[in-house]
């Protein structure tokens, strides 16, 4: 029994591609992609088997290298980001590890947003290090800064924007123009807005690196990660460390966050729907000083969030609560998350589930009073990773705690 095989026509748009582009069918002819829960692939003779583990892109043979499910879901990311190809990976930070082991060597050097993801931040500056790779930190927002740090020796800059949790957007199409200049590539991590709304290829970025465990998966499940870029760069460079070293996505994270692609886009727009009307709310209650949402006009980089973001301002957003001292601003945010009886208290995001955290005392614990205060990072500082309640439920559950303070 065999199927009959449909191609995709060329020029579909992306939504349609989110549900539809992947491998086709098995022999049985699934309508939903098939999960194979299988390590090993029988070979039918000896010589395919021998030209298969020559050359991977032949066929499958071990689930190391690779699998169909994991191929689906990296078609079908490619297909959204906009690039020739994507690599899958275990997590979001092995995805950068991926980046690192296949453009770096000791000797190179690294330039990167000092407001990215903290275990960014570390596998830059430690793990990389101890390997002679240098890497200097720069402001998230200040051109000049990345311009003056380059040097002939930098192969990479990595920006991720928008930031956690202050939400600073940066210029990807500058900061492309300032990698190609110095002959270097740019990486974006474009896991707070996915390609639903920003798509940093388009922008002139070179690679794109995601952890599947946010808004592509979408419900808080599995975790996931990928690079997307060219063909030649992720089937050259990339996959053979995958196939090496063994940062391999399993075949039912991938099918899980497979079908997560399949409603990113309504997602999105939903999410990004109710973090506005929180922000709105946030910016009119007298208990609230500042919060940071691109999608607020108030916001420093609004103007270029709106451009880069599809006229989104993503579904994560932060506030400072009213305090005099940081010994109050710490309580009255305490109140606020231990008053919330719909969020949970947590320190994932992308999920559909609303998620409230105190940043000061979880993502960036580790640092220093003066590293947060040099960061922005206060005691009163709360961050909503917006989900799909009701809205009208979610302004609630901040009142509670808002209106003691
Ligand atoms: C979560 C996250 C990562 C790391 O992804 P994991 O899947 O947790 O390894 C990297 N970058 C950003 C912006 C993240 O939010």
Redesign the pocket.
């Known amino acids: 029994m065999s199927m009959q095989v449909k191609t995709l026509p060329p020029g579909l748009h992306r939504d349609t591609l989110a549900v539809r582009a992947g491998l086709p069918p098995s022999q049985w002819g699934e309508n939903s992609e098939a999960l194979f829960l299988t390590s090993g692939f029988v070979q039918p003779d000896a010589q395919t088997s021998a030209q298969r583990f020559a050359n991977p892109q032949e066929g499958y043979t071990y689930a190391r290298t690779s699998n169909p499910t994991v191929t689906s879901f990296e078609q079908r990311l490619a297909a959204m980001e906009g690039t020739e190809a994507a690599i899958a990976t275990s997590?979001?930070?092995?995805?950068?590890l991926l980046l690192g082991m296949g453009l770096l060597k000791a000797g190179d050097h690294v330039v990167c947003s000092r407001s990215?993801?903290g275990?960014?931040l570390n596998l830059f500056a430690k793990e990389f290090g101890k390997f002679g790779v240098e890497s200097t930190f720069v402001s998230q927002t200040d051109l000049q800064e990345w311009k003056v740090a380059m040097r002939p020796n930098t192969r990479l800059l990595f920006a991720?924007t928008p930031?956690?949790p202050l939400t600073e957007v940066c210029d990807i199409r500058a900061l492309a123009d300032i990698a190609h200049a110095g002959g270097a590539l740019l990486t974006v991590?474009n896991?707070?807005c996915s390609p639903a709304l920003q798509r940093p290829v388009d922008l002139g970025a070179d690679l794109v690196?995601h952890?599947?465990?946010?808004y592509l998966d979408g419900q808080g499940r599995v975790?996931?990660?990928a690079l997307c870029g060219s063909a030649r760069l992720i089937n050259e460079v990339f996959a053979p460390i995958v196939r090496t070293a063994g940062m391999t996505l399993a075949p039912f994270n991938a099918w899980v966050v497979l079908k997560g692609l399949e409603t990113l886009g309504i997602r999105m727009q939903a999410q990004c729907a109710n973090a506005m009307a929180v922000a709105r709310f946030l910016e009119s209650h007298p208990a609230v000083t500042r919060v940071y949402y691109p999608g607020l006009e108030s916001h420093p980089q609004h103007a270029l969030a709106m451009r880069q973001q599809s006229g989104k301002g993503g579904a994560v957003l932060s506030f400072d609560v009213r305090g005099a001292d940081p010994q109050q601003l710490r309580a009255n945010a305490f109140t606020v998350i231990d008053s919330a009886q719909v969020m949970s208290i947590a320190t994932?995001?992308?999920d559909t589930k609303t998620i409230i955290s105190h940043s000061a005392t979880t993502s960036h614990g580790r640092l220093t009073e003066e590293q947060r205060q040099a960061a922005g990072i206060g005691q009163g500082l709360l961050r909503v990773a917006v989900g799909l309640e009701h809205i009208d439920d979610l302004k609630a559950d901040l009142s509670r705690g808002l209106d003691k303070l």
């Open positions: 997590t979001g930070m092995a995805a950068i990215v993801f275990s960014t991720e930031t956690n991590d896991c707070f690196m952890s599947g465990t946010k975790m996931a990660g994932n995001l992308g």
